[in-house]
Every structure is written in structure tokens, then in C-alpha cells.
């Protein structure tokens, strides 16, 4: 994205009053995306511009780069961006990654809270919008249950099973994409 390039940014429904109260809350909250930091921080400009609720920013450069793919010349390889969070802070016990992506909780299974993916379309839709504010009711209530843990990750770890799940999409996929 160059500096001259007009874009548009969506923001998920709830997004800033969930950030405004976990900074009210005493929670540590930061960015984590597999993003590139010029486009990350345009979005940022709109969401928190004042580093008020985010003030810690991690960007693509601090992901994990995974390539996929066959790696002969002639076949095409991928690269995914996977989320490590020892690279926040390095003792994981008290530390959740909220994210829609499967992907990025590959690395720290047990820190992760997903959450549905947020799509633009949707944004005048009224019963998504509701969904999306249920959701951040929810998300709310867990980081409530989780404040005085000790540590969050068997806790998170009975909830959502992320390890499984994600060993189970991987296996699917691969199963998948075998028969293409």
C-alpha cells in the first residue's frame, strides 16, 4: 500500500468498547497481526490513534514465516504467518491470543481464544451486528473468569480444545488438497 492509496477500514462491531474496557479493567492489551505494519498501522489510525488501548504493536516481521508446499522449482509454495506469542512476552501463563484465525493459535494452542471472522458486508446487516456484540459479551465474561488464574491454559485448554481442532483442519486439509 503505497502513501497515496485511498482505502476503507471496517471495524468489527464492539471492537473499541471491548479494548476501551480492558484497559479499564487493568487488562495488557496489545496488536498482534500476521500483517504487514504499513497497512496494520493505517488501520490502526482509525481504530486506536491515540495507542490508548493498543500501545504495544507486534506486525508481520515478528511472526513465524512457515513456507508450504512441495519446494521443488517448479511447484508454488506458500508462506503462512503463524502467531508466537513467547515473542510478546516469554512466560505464557497469563497471556490469551484472541483471534479468528485457526492458524494463529498453531504455535500456542493453549493461549487462544477464537473468535468468528468478521466480514465488512455484514457491518449494516442488524443480526450479525447483534451476533458480534454477543460475542464480545461472552469474551467479556470469560476474561473475567480467567483474571485470577493463575495460569489461563487449562483453562482455555477444556474450553475450546484448540490443539485437537487445529491437528483435525490440518489433517482434513491435507486430505483435501491431496485429491485436487
Known amino acids: 500500500m503505497e502513501a497515496g492509496d485511498r482505502y476503507s477500514v471496517s471495524v468489527r462491531p464492539g471492537a473499541e468498547a471491548i479494548l476501551r474496557w480492558c484497559t479499564e479493567n487493568g487488562f495488557e492489551t496489545a496488536l498482534y ?16 490513534p491515540h495507542r490508548r488501548y493498543l500501545p504495544r504493536r507486534l506486525y508481520r516481521d515478528s511472526c513465524r514465516r512457515v513456507v508450504i508446499g512441495g519446494g521443488g522449482p517448479s511447484e508454488e509454495n506458500a508462506s503462512v504467518f503463524l ?49 458480534y456484540v454477543d460475542e464480545f459479551d461472552s469474551l467479556r465474561q470469560l476474561l473475567l473468569d480467567l483474571k485470577p488464574l493463575a495460569d489461563v491454559r ?27
Open 83 to 131: 502467531k508466537d506469542l513467547s515473542r510478546f512476552r516469554g512466560c505464557l501463563k497469563r497471556v490469551v491470543l484472541v483471534d479468528n484465525s485457526p492458524l494463529s493459535f498453531f504455535i500456542n494452542p493453549d493461549n487462544g481464544i477464537p473468535v468468528a471472522d468478521f466480514l465488512a458486508d455484514h457491518h449494516n446487516d442488524a443480526a450479525k451486528h447483534s451476533s
Open 154 to 180: 487449562q483453562e482455555l485448554r477444556e474450553r475450546f480444545n484448540l490443539m485437537d481442532n487445529l491437528v483435525t483442519k490440518v489433517v482434513v486439509g491435507m486430505s483435501i488438497a491431496s485429491r485436487l
Open 33 to 48: 497481526t500476521a500483517g504487514v505494519e504499513g497497512y496494520a498501522e493505517r488501520v490502526m489510525r482509525k481504530l486506536d
